[in-house]
Structure formats: C-alpha cells, structure tokens
C-alpha cells in the first residue's frame, strides 16, 4: 500500500523552515527520500532505518517514528534550489528492495 | 564513477511497435529496479532484478511488458505493442542489493506513444 504524504504541496520564502511528512500503514524496514526537479531523475536525500541509522545529506535532516510508522523530513533555512517535488519510498519487510513512493509533496521556494 | 546509465533519453513509438528500454547498472550493482512516472504521477515500482533472475514482478503489468537482465549487458524493459497510455518515464535504479541501500536513478527514457 502507497505511504501518504502531507502536505501535498508547500510555498516557502527563501530561509523559511518546512517539513514533510510520509505514514504508512505496514510495519517499514526503511523509509529512503527523495527529491525531483522537473524533467530530471530522482536525486536521492536521506534513508533512515529502523533502529536509528541514518545516512544521507548533511544539510537535510529527518526522522523515522517506528511506532508510528512515519517519517519526517525537516528542511532548515530553505534555499532556492530546494524546490522540487519530494517523496518518500518505504521499503517493509519480505519485499526485497523494491520501494513503494508516496505520491510526492511538491515545494516551491520563492526569493 | 558512472552512474546508472539509461538509454535512449527520448523514444517515440507509434500505437503498435515495439519499446525496448535500456538500463546499465552503477559500476558494482547487481539489483535494477524499474519504476515508471506517468505525467503528474508519482514513481510506481515495476520490477526488481538480479542478474539473469526476475526476483519481483509485482508491478509489471500482466501483458505486453516484460524484463531482463542477462548476465552480459544491461537490463532490458521490452513493451510490445504500446499503446497511448504507455506514455510515461521510465526510470531504472540500481544498487548494491541490501534493502538498506540506496537506490541510485537513472536518467530515465521518455516514452511517448503516437
């Protein structure tokens, strides 16, 4: 099943905060995220695992609730270049690899 | 280091032909995933191989579509007699193997069906 992503989309000024949210209703091994600009490949973020590891972006920080099965994902002091669409993918026990994305949250940064 | 590679960037097929998708793995990685965005959509897991095994095709859809990747040479997406609604991005991943590792993306081919 599709994790849920809020807010569906988010306008920032430039050095504002913003955080996006990503739940699921499976038991996740993983949460990886994501960011995409238009037209280009998904560049990846941050995974948190379950447990506490992290591994990613140093400017970019998250957080993975187990026993909520949700993570966040905290953007500080945004930059233009920030904008873009954001998803999560969640990995969950016995699939493998394989990631099923949320349906993206969409984060314009205006000057 | 290259990354995963795909090509072609752009195919335009007309209602009926045939769409072979081509991905190269990172330098190292053994897993390819395909995920296809259509317009507006989000990524939509399709495939998960190994080299020269299918490991989870739960996504790919029950006709038409079909997924290699051989022990020589990239993996392979094949649509046969697309049809408009086949319109999409297909993007490939790649990583080491462990559900814990990154899945780094292709380019991705911009398939557009006449």
């Known amino acids: 099943q599709q994790p849920v992503q809020s807010p569906q989309a988010v306008i920032l000024r430039e050095g504002e905060d913003a955080v996006i949210n990503c739940s699921s209703s499976k038991a996740l091994y993983s949460v990886h995220w994501y960011r995409q600009k238009h037209g280009e490949a998904p560049v990846f973020l941050m995974i948190l695992l379950k447990g506490g590891e992290q591994k990613g972006h140093e400017k970019i920080s998250a957080s993975f609730n187990e026993k909520k099965q949700q993570s966040s994902l905290y953007l500080t002091a945004s930059q233009l270049s920030y904008s873009g669409t954001y998803f999560c993918g969640t990995a969950t026990y016995n699939q493998g690899g394989k990631l099923i994305f949320g349906q993206g949250t969409e984060l314009s940064v205006k000057p | 280091n290259a990354g995963v590679m795909q090509n072609p960037r752009h195919l335009v097929r007309r209602r009926g032909q045939e769409a072979r998708l081509r991905c190269s793995p990172m330098?190292?990685?053994?897993?390819v995933y395909w995920y296809r965005q259509l317009p507006e959509e989000g990524l939509k897991f399709m495939v998960y191989l190994q080299k020269e095994n299918i490991i989870d095709e739960s996504g790919m859809p029950k006709e038409r579509f079909s997924a290699e990747f051989p022990k020589e040479g990239p993996s392979i997406l094949r649509i046969q007699q697309v049809v408009r609604g086949d319109s999409a991005a297909y993007f490939c991943?790649?990583?080491?193997?462990?559900?814990?590792?990154?899945?780094?993306f292709g380019p991705g081919t911009r398939l557009t069906v006449l």
């Open positions: 330098k190292g990685h053994s897993h």
């Open positions: 991943a790649s990583s080491p193997g462990q559900p814990t590792d990154t899945q780094y």
